[in-house]
Structure formats: structure tokens, C-alpha cells
């Protein structure tokens, strides 16, 4: 018998696009979450076009992050397409948006509207600098919030021009901490029977991820500079060429560091001055890199890596892409699935990064086509085929 999923039942409305909302409602979704998702008419979500196309109109980054949800299309401009959306937000637990604050407003679809019918939902905006302050019309794009949040700041090698994190870090925080806070939401609304409003940003999810540069600062007042790929609190912790490539090094702790000068045959290492303590290393992190540089150029990644393995210091290879999925590890934890599409066949997707012993979250359906489930959804609505004709009429539906 299957598993019961920790959120099998509960429906959540998704009026959300690109990638912070759907995110949140991926995760949601994974933990069997019923995620209606709201879409334009012409297009869809935006993300459906970003990138090469994988299959007919649609993106591989679309399917990615759209699984285990549903595809309602309609128009929100009618007013027969924001009815249609109201009966949706009654019958639902939980709504996400992530408008430019004042759109849902504008609409007559904000929180204290959809409260009116349905008293006990939670509602969830997500915006790029939250739905107070000066900055709260501006528009949100992951790039700015890192820039502004400090993260470009500190990313990077020194002397470089300014360097975003690699990922899409600011869009992928505010959904994490948007699906955080609705769930801590719901818990409430379990325990009072309230609901509420849950609102959050790029910036403050970018902000949030500064704990040793905010606390460095609070603390001293100096401003962190970027470090390439060292630590601020430790080393040496960081990635050092080899003899066919690169591997990372995390000798954060005294005994491991003795370890390593003994694998690297410089036992002298360990009682150099500049090197004797955790807070000297740190101090002199920059002549501890370049000395042990020419060591790691010796050998080869993988000799390094047994050698390493052997002596109980922790260090690991750099991966590309591809690399990642061929791991062994990384197919044992089920982090690479596969699907099957409605029109692509057998598609690869990233597999749910948290296992739950008793009710495990599941990866039942891959990314919807556009409207894919208009009138599935409509009819669960109550909608007859007759009044699914009049909206089609009315351009409320595609």
C-alpha cells in the first residue's frame, strides 16, 4: 500500500511564474499538494519559453520546476475569468501569487478579497522586495536582489569583476522560505483555525543567507571581500588545483589539519607560526593557499582523493553536470528520476532532496501542458460543459 503524502488533500492555488513561486508550490506539490496552476491564455507561465525548447513550445527549465501540478488557463483581465478564480481560491487551502505588489489589488484578487470568501485560506505573496517599503513596486529579478542583498559582493575571487552565484539563489530562497512559512501557517491554522497572510521577498530570502558576512560586519565592522572558494572562518577549506583538475579540501578543525600536513608529507606545516591555529590559518589564509598549492599539483585528483579518503580528511572532486548524475551516491538517494510525458516520452528530472520515513513526498506527474487540465478543473468546479462554452466565448478560457 502506498504511503499517505503529508499534504495529500490539501489544495493550493498557484497563480505564480518563472521561478520563485513555482518553486514554493513545487515543493508544496512534491508532499502531495494539489497545486492548481493559474496561466495566461497566450503563453502561459514565461518560463514555458526560456531556453532552447525541448518539446513543441516548452522548455526544459518549465518542466523542471512545474511537476505534480495542474494547468488551468485563464484570463484574469474578464471578469469572468477572476470568478472563475474565486471559486477556485474558496474551494483552496492555501493561494500563492507573485504579481508586482498592487497587481492583485488591481484585480480585486488581494488577500483581504479572497479572505471575504474564504476566511481561513493562506494567502502568499512573493515579490521582490516585499509588499511594504519604499521599494516595494519595483519589480523582482534575481540578479538585482543578489546585488543588493551583498551576495555579489562576496562571490567571486579578489580583484574580479562582480560575480552572481551561479545558481538563481535569490529566486530559489524566497520560494523555499515562502513554502517555510506557509507550512508554519498551516501548522497555526491546524492548532486556531486561522488563516493568514504569509509575504516575503528575493531580498529578504537573499539577506537571510549572509550569516557569517552580516555577522562578520555586525561584529567588527569590516566589510567582507570575496574569497574565491575559501571559507571566511576556516582553512584551509577550499578547492585546489591538481595534476588533471581540481578537488576541494575541508580541513576546518585542528585534528584534520594535522591529517592533511601528514597525507601532504609537510608535517613542518603544523608548526609553522602562520600556520599553528584555526584563527592564524584564517589570518593567513592567503600564504597558506599559495603554499599548499604546488603540493596538490603533484598528483592526480583521484590519487589525492584516496589519499585523503585514507587519512580521514574531507575533500570531494568538482563536478560538472554530467558528472553529477553519473555519481553513484547521487542515483542511490533517487536525486536523478525519470517521467514519463504525455508528448516528450521519457523525460529526466531532479529528484525530491528530503526523504520522510512514514509519508515520503512523490513525483506522480510531470510538468502539465499549457491548460492542460482547464476543463478537468472546471468541472470539479461544478462548471457544466454548456457554461465551459460561454467562458471559452467570452475569452475567459483558452
Known amino acids: 500500500m502506498t504511503a499517505r503524502m503529508p499534504l495529500e488533500g490539501v489544495v493550493v492555488l498557484d497563480a505564480t511564474q518563472v521561478m520563485a513561486g513555482p518553486f514554493c508550490t513545487l515543493l508544496l506539490a512534491d508532499m502531495g499538494a494539489d497545486v492548481i496552476k493559474v496561466e495566461k491564455l497566450q503563453g502561459g507561465d514565461d518560463s514555458r519559453s526560456f531556453g532552447p525548447p525541448f518539446i513543441a513550445e516548452e522548455s526544459a527549465a518549465f518542466l523542471a520546476i512545474n511537476r505534480n501540478k495542474r494547468s488551468v488557463t485563464l484570463n484574469l483581465k474578464s471578469e469572468e475569468g477572476r470568478d472563475v478564480f474565486r471559486r477556485l481560491a474558496r474551494r483552496s487551502e492555501i493561494l500563492v501569487e507573485n504579481f508586482r505588489p498592487g497587481t492583485m489589488e488591481s484585480l480585486g484578487l488581494h488577500y483581504e478579497a479572497i479572505q471575504g470568501i474564504n476566511p481561513t485560506i493562506i494567502y502568499c505573496s512573493i515579490s521582490g522586495f516585499g509588499q511594504t517599503g519604499p521599494y516595494r513596486s519595483l519589480g523582482g529579478f534575481d540578479l538585482v536582489a543578489q546585488g543588493m542583498s551583498g551576495l555579489i559582493s562576496v562571490t567571486g575571487h579578489p580583484g574580479d569583476l562582480p560575480t552572481k552565484v551561479g545558481v538563481p539563489i535569490s529566486d530559489l530562497n524566497a520560494g523555499m522560505y515562502a513554502a517555510y512559512g506557509i507550512l508554519s501557517a498551516y501548522i497555526h491554522r491546524l492548532k486556531t483555525g ?4 504569509v509575504d516575503t521577498s528575493l531580498l529578504e530570502g537573499a539577506v537571510a543567507y549572509t550569516f557569517w558576512e552580516s555577522s562578520i560586519y555586525f561584529a567588527t565592522g569590516e566589510i567582507p571581500l570575496p574569497m574565491g572558494s575559501a ?16 578537488l576541494s579540501v575541508g580541513a576546518a578543525n585542528q585534528s584534520t589539519w594535522e591529517r592533511l600536513c601528514k597525507v601532504l608529507g609537510r608535517q613542518d606545516l603544523a608548526e609553522d607560526p602562520r600556520f599553528v591555529s584555526s584563527a592564524d590559518r584564517v589570518r593567513h589564509c592567503r600564504q597558506l593557499a599559495a603554499t599548499l598549492q604546488p603540493v596538490f599539483r603533484q598528483r592526480t585528483t583521484a590519487a589525492w582523493l584516496a589519499l585523503l ?3 580521514g580528511v ?3 572532486p568538482i563536478y560538472n553536470m ?6 553513484p551516491h547521487v542515483r542511490a538517494r533517487e536525486m536523478l528520476v525519470e517521467l514519463d510525458h504525455p508528448v516528450a516520452g521519457t523525460i529526466k528530472n531532479i529528484g525530491i532532496p528530503v526523504k520522510l520515513s512514514r509519508s515520503p513526498g512523490r513525483i506522480r506527474r510531470p510538468a502539465p ?17 454548456a457554461q465551459i462554452g460561454k467562458l471559452r466565448a467570452a475569452g475567459a478560457i483558452a
Do not use: C, M, S
Not at 194 to 197: C, D, I, P
Not at 369 to 384: F, K, N, R, V
Open 369 to 385: 501542458l499549457l491548460g492542460q487540465h482547464t476543463e478537468e478543473i472546471l468541472h470539479w468546479l461544478g462548471i457544466d460543459q
Open 322 to 327: 554530467a558528472q553529477v548524475y553519473e555519481d
Open 231 to 246: 571559507h571566511r572562518l576556516n582553512a584551509p577549506y577550499q578547492v585546489f588545483d591538481t595534476q588533471d583538475g581540481a
Open 314 to 316: 574531507p575533500a570531494g
Open 309 to 311: 579518503k585514507e587519512a
Open 194 to 197: 486561522e488563516g493568514q497572510y
